[in-house]
């Protein structure tokens, strides 16, 4: 499956984005989908992610409360609302599919057979 991520931009603080990812392929219903951000020398990590079943969404403690991740399988597409950003969120952010990825591993990196380029988020203060 080919991911793409869309939606980064620049923001101020306290603001709202919406990111989206693109899957091809007619098989998006049965991965579980993941969001990731990267900050300037920092390491790639978990933001939130959604089973394959759509039963069940995962959120980083740092983002819990703010950002809500959801799926269109219609569309094949995972959405990430991001609201009351902070500078803090600052990061490159990318989408990755797990086949038939559910529970709490979802969290891992290393659980995620395909990722997306990538889009990037500023949150200026």
């Known amino acids: 499956v080919q991911l793409q991520a869309s939606g980064g931009g620049l923001v101020q603080a306290g603001g709202s984005l919406r990111l989206s990812c693109a899957a091809s392929?007619?098989?998006?219903?049965?991965?579980?989908m993941g969001w990731f951000r990267q900050a300037p020398g920092k390491e790639r990590e978990f933001v939130a992610a959604i089973s394959w079943t759509g039963g069940g969404t995962y959120y980083a403690d740092s983002v819990k409360g703010r950002f809500t991740i959801s799926r269109d399988n219609a569309k094949s597409t995972v959405y990430l609302q991001m609201n009351s950003l902070k500078p803090e969120d600052t990061a490159v952010y990318y989408c990755a599919a797990d086949p038939y990825g559910r529970g709490p591993s979802l969290r891992l990196r290393h659980e995620y057979d395909f990722w997306g380029q990538g889009t990037l988020v500023t949150v200026s203060s």
């Open positions: 392929g007619r098989t998006f219903s049965t991965y579980g």
